[in-house]
């Protein structure tokens, strides 16, 4: 059942995302695949790529972080595994059309 492969692999994700080093690579060893064989099965399972989608679960975290605690831009970019704040902004906007300072802002 593809369903329990997806759940598989999202959970592996939440249960990374502050980690800064996890990778494609960790993702297929925690699945027992070669990184080529996970690209190729997720790419056919959700059209995205593992690395689109643990960059999406990563920013997807973050939105939920800025509107239910008061840290800053910069430690949530941390806390969710990016290693610069300034790509995490960029990525922020990139997926809600919106900055993280500007949707704060709208969410306080």
């Known amino acids: 059942v593809p369903n329990t492969f997806l759940d598989r692999f999202r959970s592996i994700l939440q ?4 980690d800064a080093d996890f990778n ?3 993702i297929g060893e925690e699945m027992g695949m070669s990184r080529v064989q996970l690209y190729r099965k ?8 593992p690395v689109e989608l643990l960059r999406k679960a990563r920013v997807a975290r973050g939105k939920q972080l ?3 605690t008061d840290r800053s831009v910069s430690e949530i970019a941390y806390d969710v595994g990016f290693t610069a704040p300034s790509y995490f ?3 922020f906007k990139d997926e809600f059309g919106i900055s993280p300072g500007e949707f704060r802002g709208t969410n306080k």
Request: proline letters at 0%; hydrophobic letters at 40%.
């Open 15 to 18: 249960q990374n995302l502050q």
């Open 24 to 26: 494609v690579e960790r």
């Open 42 to 49: 997720i790419k056919a399972l959700t059209g995205m790529t």
């Open 66 to 68: 800025l509107e239910s």
């Open 89 to 91: 902004a960029k990525c």
